[in-house]
């Protein structure tokens, strides 16, 4: 065999340099690797570092922003500050004052807001690096985002708050956990509770703890005194109503607990509030003649009941006449063979689409009504006398408070109180909850057949739990099938009358799901119009509106009427939501040309707050209004609820108690004269501050005790066992 001792030590040499190479390879990766390793690392430490300082700053911003003396979130931002400046070893200092912008000595970054710039290009050796002042925009005011800028003259000095004791033990740490749990669940919502603290209230809540939260209590300072208005009602002295219809006995007879000599029941009922009874002054006759609480002013010279002639001008209610659909309802006598065919229909895989009842034409265009001012539905607040008193300040649309169909079918009187009318609400909605099809078409039925309403509205954004839980309010629009039953059921039964609906962007905060809800539904029911909230189920009120997802909506309606709510608190906010959103506009997109019918606004919660909201859109102004006229627009509310619920004991205390839950809204209205920026934005906390007179500092206090001060003026002292607690929380800041 031929061996060729050249080629072979050729081919060796070569098998070495490769073999070099591969360990040259090999050797550089595993130093890039560990390079890697190494950098990764590093920016690891960084990250957590700029995360740490991030942190630091955002519980600075969180502890300068509170300024109630009980607020959690003061104890909360003072406590991680110390503890997060332990952590640091005083690597962090501030460049100026204001603690907005500051620099971080171990990375080298200023800390703006939630911007970050590297020094390392602006330091040089001649000046230290602590010296360094950025370059960076100044912010328009001290103030902290959600803090209102109040002119400091106005400004009080905040009570300093001491610092929390830091948990040790892992039990302290787990009891500090379940307490901010609990703090923040009492921050939100209705307050479950109500009527547990009202039967026992501490001394701090009564003496004013409640204004913004209900995060103390104590129990070795509790009052076990029973407060519930059933006693207070009980204690008062009350006359027969025969004695007022002579032609009537008695049905008690000698039973009877109530009095029936008018010169006895005169000389035991307590003195009266004012010297003209509002009742009488508008109607020409006061119904509750001798138990009205202003009497001597329709009480003649021989103790008979005065009658004038009526002006007129005070209206009347309509959709009052409820008692006999009361009864059937009862006797379970009522006609329900429309809603049951309906419902029928449905259970069988029915379309419903049989003959033209569901696109027959409607008594009412709700696309006429664009521009309008809409006043949202308001639980407990949204009663008839503030409706009333927003219609006399430029509201055109109104609706009444969500009523529950189960309760309106059971027949439930303070229920179909809710559907009650004024003659002066000229365009007026009533608001359903229910989650089920025969509950819902029966419901409307009714009041399609005895009452006057211009539309039906159906809640898809009540976020209480308890309604919730019965399928109704947010968790219907979560179940697009059922609520697609629910929508026919009831469009069958409403012949004529509109059918809107009313929904939240989805129930978890960052999952928006509306736009695919408002899709089945539309391509399968006729809606009438859409009231979209852009918030979520979880969201409530907290943090501001999503109007950056109205767009998606829009497109997903098309030709249906789309309003929305959220946020709008002055005529600047109004106008610039409509100018961002304008009605009509015609959206330009990839595949073709879409017409967003964004008909209108719809006001919630600035109307609770400032009802002359309305006042100010039309006249495209900020009215600075004074303490006097504010007090002459409660007048006229307590003037509108004595008419409404009565001029006796029991009218009286209702009056009263709606006008305190009206008042715990009132209380977060800064004046117009005492801010250095305009508009007021709606979650701005305000800090300590005083008014221009000691009357305008009342009306701003967060303390039920000044709001039952407040309703003194009106309706004079409550009776010695009453306690106010606001029945919504409605953590709005």
Partial sequence: MFWDKSSSTIARHKQLDMSDEKNAVKKALEVSTAQKKIQKAAAVVTDQHVRLNFLHQTAMMVSEQSSAEEDAFTKIGRKYVREIRECLNADRVKVEPNFMRTFCKKCKQVFVNSKIRRMTEVATPEVPLMEVTPVVEEPKNNYPSNVAPIKKEFLLEAPVVPEPEIPVTEEEKVAVREKKK???????????DRKRDMASCSLDRITGALGRSFLLLCETQMVHVCRTETKIRASAVRLCPSVNTPDVKCKYGDKCTSEHDIATFLSTKPADIGEKCPVYEANGKCKFSYACRFGNAHLGPNQE????????????????????????????????????????????????HSGAMEWEKRRLDMKTLKGKKYLAPLTTVGNLPFRRLCVDLGAEITCGEMAVATSLLMGTPSEWSLVKRHSS?????????????????????????????????????????????????????????????????MRYVMKDVPLTIKLRTGLKEGELTADKTLKSVLDRVPIDLVDFHPRSKEQRYTKLARWDYVERIAETTGEVPLWVCGDVFSYEDYYDRLEKNPIGAIHKSVYCCTVLCLQGIVIGRGAL?????????????????????????????????????????????????FLLELLSFQCRYIPVGLLETLPQRINDRPPFYRGRSEMETLLSSSKCADWVEISKMFLGPPPEQFVFIPKHKASAY
């Avoid at 409820?322 to 009862?330: P, Y």
């Avoid at 954004?461 to 219907?476: H, R, S, T, Y």
């Avoid at 039309?618 to 001029?647: C, P």
């Fill in 305 to 352: 009941q005065l009658v004038k002639e009526s002006s007129g001008a005070n209206g009347e209610v309509r959709n009052h006449h409820s008692m006999h659909v009361q009864v059937q309802m009862r006797k379970r006598a009522y006609d329900f063979s429309r809603s049951d065919e309906a419902v029928m229909e449905i259970s069988e895989g029915g379309s419903l």
């Fill in 425 to 489: 609400e000229k365009i007026f909605g009533v608001q359903m909850a229910g989650g089920y099809p025969d509950s819902m078409s029966k419901t409307a039925q009714i009041l399609v057949d005895e009452f006057d309403v211009d539309f039906i509205d159906v809640n898809l954004g009540c976020p209480i739990d308890v309604v919730n839980q019965k399928g109704g309010g947010c968790a219907l629009a979560a179940r697009t099938n059922k609520l697609i039953d629910v929508l026919k059921a």
């Fill in 182 to 192: 609990e703090d923040r669940r009492d921050r939100r919502g209705m307050n479950k």
């Fill in 609 to 657: 707050i400032k009802p002359w909201i309305f006042t100010e859109i039309d006249e495209k102004r900020h009215w600075d209004i004074t303490a006097s006229e504010r007090i002459e627009m409660m007048q006229k509310f307590v003037n509108y609820g004595l008419d409404h619920w009565g001029s006796d004991d029991a009218g009286v205390e209702k009056t009263r108690k």
